[in-house]
């Protein structure tokens, strides 16, 4: 049996029993990484990171059967195939990216949707272990250096803070030092103004330091600003 499965791995021709191992590796390797996203809650989890991953594989495998079944072929390039997957994956990555107010979410899980494409193409061109070595490298980035990125940002969280007045000049600055007052730190922030209603709108992205943050005490001290009518804090 392990004669057999050795063989499967060193065989360079595409046959049902080559096409059957590359499949099967590619859906366990897209599962592992869909996986993670899934338990995170993300849009794209299982399903999409298991079809992304063995629909690249097939992508390969039709790419080198080509040139194999038709040798008299002379535009049978292996690569021509692959290289549009990598083309056409960044659109379905874009589609992973939403962009709110002052904030981009969705970054990370169109990276992995790339890294899951190419490691399906290193399992369909054979690169076995290249493709395990990629997975386990995708799920230490996206687990353990996730961890390390909060220490390093001050164990912080990004937060939008939208503050709506009603007055359509409010005093900005002034706002800006009581948010930041309260251990939170504003890196950037966008305003709106409604002139026909006398209103106006501050999104500014924050970052909460820790436990240290306080939100609650923000808060009070901003309702404190009369022309102040809602504040939102969302993740």
Not at 74 to 92: K, M, S
Not at 102 to 121: C, D, F, K, N, R
Not at 154 to 180: M, Q
Request: glycine share 8%; proline share 2%; hydrophobic share 45%.
């Amino acid at each position: 049996m392990v004669e057999y499965i050795n063989s499967l791995i060193a065989d360079t021709t595409i046959n049902p029993s080559t096409v059957v191992l590359k499949l099967t590796i590619s859906l366990i390797l897209g599962l592992t990484i869909g996986a993670e996203r899934q338990m995170r809650r993300r849009d794209a989890g299982l399903r999409t990171f298991t079809l992304i991953c063995m629909g690249s594989t097939g992508a390969m495998l039709l790419s080198i059967w080509i040139p194999q079944i038709y040798p008299n072929f002379l535009n049978g390039d292996p690569g021509r195939i692959a290289a549009q997957v990598i083309t056409g994956i960044g659109f379905l990555g874009a589609g992973a990216i939403v962009r709110g107010k002052g904030s981009v979410q969705g970054l990370t899980t169109a990276a992995s949707i790339w890294q899951a494409a190419v490691i399906g193409m290193a399992v369909g061109a054979g690169l076995y272990w290249g493709a395990f070595l990629a997975t386990f490298f995708t799920l230490f980035v996206l687990i353990a250096i996730e961890k390390f990125e909060q220490r390093l940002f001050i164990d912080g969280a990004n937060r939008i803070l939208t503050i709506h007045c009603s007055k359509s000049d409010p005093e900005i600055e002034r706002i800006k030092a009581v948010v930041e007052s309260c251990r939170i730190t504003v890196s950037s922030y966008t305003f709106s103004v409604n002139y026909t209603n006398n209103e106006s709108t501050i999104t500014f992205k924050v970052t909460l330091k820790g436990q240290s943050a306080n939100q609650q005490g923000m808060c009070k001290e901003l309702h404190t600003i009369d022309y102040i009518t809602a504040i939102s804090v969302v993740s």
